[in-house]
């Protein structure tokens, strides 16, 4: 695995994700027969009506001269007249085989090597509106077998295990969501004390439609929080925001303007990283170690994550295109960071707003707003963000929903009010959960990426 890594994993990983399979590995032909002295008969080779593997010893020609010379123009999965070929390339591997969804049998198909290269390839007819997930399964000089997402391809599945994606209309220019893995750290500082988050920070981007179609366009961006719980509810703690359909329909609508979405999984730091500035206000114990947790967190996004998003895609990158997205925990994350870092984030929405650990409505993060925030915005004549707070009802929400009226108090206190920048409600009946979030996403959407 080591090995691995040193061949695929530089500072910033881009579309990559590895996990070692063991003796209970599904890709591993299980042994069974009717008899003691009856073979195992193998299952490979079978497929989904429309598909079939294309037999020959030689790729199609344009995917030659790719592993050869190499050839901007080609993309893989590579597809032509009804042929797709998937190409992989690893170092000293002892075979590659690859699994995709329209298999119908008990084994992935094996790879053919190209000779004199480190590429494998395979050749497959695909129907017309072909969709397919899939991975390859290294098996090393070392007989380790390593599973293997397509380096070659950022799209994937928005269902977890977040598979390699690849279908006619993605090459259409559909709308898709692309997987990175960034490195957690802060160049030249160091994390809080007994600060120890994985070292690999996962990042879903929804890209919007027609994205390669038109190079000339550049595009808002909006980071969300708790990004596994931001698309298919499969992929979800409590289930999903279904954020990707969603946009989908608004931009198909002109209900909004096109956007990228930057969904950021939370950590087993959720809590300090998302509420830790307000615990300090609010006096909790630890509190001075979450702020520190908080700003960090806060810190690496602008820092790290928005650069490499901004240099990755085509994105508009003043504050007024820039915006962050939560519930809960992440509804304090959008109000934290919207108000103590404006001049990067002028867009903000904070769902079911949980300011945590405060003793009276006054307290924690509120208190951060009124006394330091909010003045801080006005002496140095910042734009306000433009902000959208709401909370439910019913359930928690109910609890929360005087915390959230208590904000919505200070900031029409320093300046805001129902405008085309503010929006308050309270949503009668509305729990807290991912459900009701989801039923108030288009709203919101319309709400900060109007037209």
């Not at 090597?113 to 997930?133: F, K, M, N």
């Not at 598979?163 to 969501?177: F, I, N, P, Q």
């Not at 650069?307 to 994350?333: A, C, E, F, Q």
């Not at 009226?405 to 959960?433: I, K, M």
Request: charge should be negative.
């Amino acid at each position: 695995m080591q090995g691995l890594s040193k061949l695929f994993l530089p500072l910033i990983i881009v579309s990559l994700a590895l996990s070692a399979c063991q003796s209970q590995d599904p890709f591993v032909l299980a042994s069974h027969s009717s008899s003691v002295s009856e073979a195992p008969q193998s299952r490979s080779g079978l497929y989904a009506p429309g598909y079939a593997r294309v037999d020959g010893d030689v790729p199609p020609e344009a995917v030659a001269d790719y592993f050869s010379v190499g050839n901007s123009l080609i993309r893989f999965p590579y597809y032509m007249d009804g042929r797709l070929t998937f190409a992989v390339k690893y170092k000293d591997a002892a075979a590659v085989s690859l699994w995709m969804s329209s298999q119908q049998g008990d084994e992935p198909d094996q790879m053919k090597h190209y000779t004199g290269t480190d590429w494998y390839w395979i050749t497959y007819s695909v129907p017309s509106g072909a969709t397919l997930q899939y991975h390859y399964i290294i098996k090393t000089s070392q007989d380790e077998r390593l599973t293997l997402r397509d380096p070659l391809n950022r799209a994937v599945s928005a269902t977890a295990p977040y598979e390699s994606l690849w279908s006619v209309e993605l090459d259409k220019g559909a709308a898709r969501l692309e997987y990175l893995e960034v490195l957690y750290e802060i160049p030249g500082k160091e994390k809080p004390a007994g600060y120890a988050p994985p070292a690999l920070r996962k990042v879903l981007v929804f890209v919007p439609p027609a994205y390669d179609k038109s190079p000339g366009e550049a595009y808002p961006v909006l980071y969300m929080q708790d990004g596994q719980n931001a698309w298919d509810s499969s992929t979800a703690n409590y289930g999903g925001w279904k954020t990707d359909r969603v946009l989908k329909d608004l931009i198909g609508s002109g209900r909004v303007r096109p956007a990228l979405v930057v969904s950021i999984f939370n950590s087993s730091y959720r809590s300090e990283e998302y509420a830790g500035a307000g615990f300090a206000a609010a006096g909790r114990p630890g509190g001075a170690r979450a702020a520190e947790i908080a700003a960090y967190y806060r810190d690496w996004v602008i820092t790290v994550l928005k650069p490499l998003i901004d240099k990755t895609y085509r994105t508009l990158s003043d504050r007024s295109y820039t915006g962050v997205i939560g519930s809960s925990y992440g509804g304090t994350v959008a109000i934290y960071w919207s108000l103590s870092r404006p001049d990067v984030f002028g867009l903000a929405a904070a769902l079911s707003y949980a300011p945590g650990y405060e003793q009276n409505l006054t307290g924690g993060m509120t208190s951060l707003c009124r006394d330091q925030y909010l003045p801080t915005i006005a002496s140095q004549k910042i734009a306000y963000p433009r902000i959208w707070l709401d909370c439910g009802q019913s359930g928690l929400d109910k609890t929360l929903a005087p915390f959230v009226s208590a904000l919505d108090g200070v900031l029409r206190e320093a300046h805001y009010e129902a405008s085309p920048d503010y929006h308050f409600e309270l949503f009668p009946g509305a729990d807290h959960n991912e459900a009701a979030w989801y039923r108030r996403l288009p709203a919101i959407l319309e709400f900060l990426l109007r037209p």
